[in-house]
T-cell receptor, first 111, second 116 residues
Framework: GQNIDQPTEMTATEGAIVQINCTYQ??????LFWYQQHAGEAPTFLSY????GLEEKGRFSSFLSRSKGYSYLLLKELQMKDSASYLC????????????FGTGTRLKVLA | ETGVTQSPTHLIKTRGQQVTLRCSSQ?????VSWYQQALGQGPQFIFQ???????GRGNFPPRFSGLQFPNYSSELNVNALELDDSALYLC???????????????FGPGTRLTVL
């Protein structure tokens, strides 16, 4: 079957670094996405990886290893506003497109 | 440039009824995806439309259907509503598949559907 796993909750301190892991088992891999979703709001796009390696965008970085079915999102210099759910999603294609989301990791940033 | 909009914001229906949810894509976007998000869960992919044709579908029964119009607005129709259909329904628009910016989906604020 197709499956995405990520931790349910994480807690970190303001100013620290946190790494949110995501493992996936899918067929027809066509890219991995990270989204941020604040409570009661729509998801917003953070990053996209389709090749192995690290993509850096400001305080956020995302890493992908396709052979291991593994990705992580790295958040540096944590701010209170980073408290949100972080969703890992994989796009698959077996003729047509399909998106599979994990259940999300709820991150709490403490002062 | 306007963002993705959805209507209505909230909706209450009873079991067995039919519902139509609407989405207006971000300007210039001709690909739209619909998702169902239950409380505390990640979004579940329903389907994707490109140029008025369905080009991707998740594991949802046929009573979930969609339309995309020439102006790139779209609808999600759900027939024979069940209690488990209660969720937040999100649409997301993006550029054409294959375009480098295609990978960035812009989500609308969602429609909260409650089925009693």
């Amino acid at each position: 079957g197709q499956n995405i796993d990520q931790p349910t909750e994480m807690t970190a301190t303001e100013g620290a670094i946190v790494q949110i892991n995501c493992t996936y088992q899918t067929s027809g891999f066509n890219g991995l996405f990270w989204y941020q979703q604040h409570a009661g709001e729509a998801p917003t796009f953070l990053s996209y990886n389709v090749l192995d390696g690290l993509e850096e965008k400001g305080r956020f970085s995302s890493f992908l290893s396709r052979s291991k079915g593994y990705s992580y999102l790295l958040l540096k210099e944590l701010q209170m506003k980073d408290s949100a759910s972080y969703l890992c999603a994989v796009r698959t294609t077996s003729g047509t497109y399909k998106y599979i989301f994990g259940t999300g990791t709820r991150l709490k940033v403490l002062a | 440039e306007t963002g993705v909009t959805q209507s209505p914001t909230h909706l209450i229906k009873t079991r067995g009824q039919q519902v139509t949810l609407r989405c207006s894509s971000q300007s210039g976007h001709n690909t739209v995806s619909w998702y169902q998000q239950a409380l505390g869960q990640g979004p579940q992919f329903i389907f994707q439309y490109y140029r008025e044709e369905e080009n991707g579908r998740g594991n949802f029964p046929p009573r979930f259907s969609g339309l995309q119009f020439p102006n790139y607005s779209s609808e999600l129709n759900v027939n024979a509503l069940e209690l488990d259909d209660s969720a937040l329904y999100l649409c997301a628009s993006s550029l054409v598949p294959g375009d480098p910016s295609y990978n960035e989906q812009f989500f609308g604020p969602g429609t909260r559907l409650t089925v009693l």
